[in-house]
């Protein structure tokens, strides 16, 4: 049985009452807090008990200081005097537990109490809840750029608009909550009240994690493990590493007593330079691996000096079925799936990639597939909207009962783009060569029951 155990645990800084009381009901359950770190906090086994805890600031302290300074040491003695011991501190936050039951509160003067947070929460908390709230509502805007511009596509992706506007959503209610209760606390405090009771996010910060949990969960289950999952995957597991150095490295130097301010001198220099060297570097490591065709289902050859990718999917839809083609000729079949809940894509492209000297025809396609009415007409009207680079236009050149199919035209000139209109799904199909009604009505019986 294990006598410590690590918790990821979520509270406002400044919400020292719902901190207190979760605390007091983990050393119920037989767990004293020992640290709090920057991403989990440790605690140690204990005879279950009833302890009262106390959560004070001290704005001077700062996160780089190897251990606590002059004055601050001097107000830890003086809680100890007053019958508490100190159980952890981290940057501006100290946690006590009253070792006697006698032991009056630490803080009395709520106006005191009140600057004290308040001049810690100014200092480095409500700076950062300004800065991510400017970056979620910018980010917020790109999103939502990009969903006018193409819905479809975007509705195929990563849903990052739900993490950035739950970002907003939690940033300014952690924003409006502190402000309501510092307005609160000081009408209170002028009236001759005392402090009211913090009002903390936990909730909502919960509920954060699980969207984004869920929606990277579901991205996962709709798609499975394909290359740009693991490329998400890999690529937040660097940004998090880089990031784990750097607090790993602040660790460090505050066990070795390292002067705060050269601390935090070599940090920065941190968070500078190992973004600096590990993001060419892991460019360069994914640059190879792609190339080199590691964990791609891709084999790569090599052709006159150059490396190839050739793939060997099953295609619902190939020139072969379109067109004859010589035995011999060397194809890359290559098609990838796209999902989420309300819509599917299949992208097929079938290519000549060694550049054989006879011209052989290439094919490529896009099936998206939804039952959602509102759904289909959007994308079939994003489709089909005129290009405003070409002015081209799509005409109606061949239908049947279950499809209508669309030729892309400028002026008088055709192109070799078409559009398949049928109940379930939109085609996209470009072809090397023109094709007739015979082989459009081909690709139709081909496409139409892709999966």
Known sequence: MKDTKRRMEIFSPYDYCGIRRHLTKMAKRGWMIE??????WTYRRCEPCDVRFAVTYFPEASAFDPEPGEDQQ???????????????TTAKMQVFRAVSPEAVEIETDGDVQLKTVHRAMK????PWCWVM???GI?????????????????LLGMHTILMTIAIVILTATELINYGIWYLRAKKSLKNGGGLPKTIGTRPLQIAVLIVILTEFLLWIFYNGISGSIVTTLVSMSVVFGMLGLTFLIRHILKKKKVEAGLSRTIVTAA???IPLIGVPVFGIVTFNVIMNGTFSRADVVDYHGMKVRMYQDEMPLRVEDLTDVPDDA???YQLERKASPVIRRIEGKQRDPVFEERSLPDLEYTVTITELPVLYDIMLETMMEENRDYFHTFDAVYETADCTVYQARFKTEWYRWWI???????IELYFDDFLTEEQLAAAAEKLADAK
């Open 35 to 40: 640290e709090c770190g920057n991403f989990t």
């Open 420 to 426: 398949f209109a049928m109940d379930d799904r939109v």
């Open 271 to 273: 968070c500078v330079l």
């Open 330 to 332: 060397r194809y890359s």
């Open 133 to 135: 709230l400017a970056f």
């Open 74 to 88: 001097t107000y830890i003695e003086y809680c100890e005097e007053a019958g508490w011991e100190l159980c952890t």
């Open 138 to 154: 910018l980010e917020s805007a790109m999103e939502i750029d990009k969903i006018l511009k193409d819905p479809i596509e975007y």
């Open 123 to 126: 200092s480095a908390y409500l």
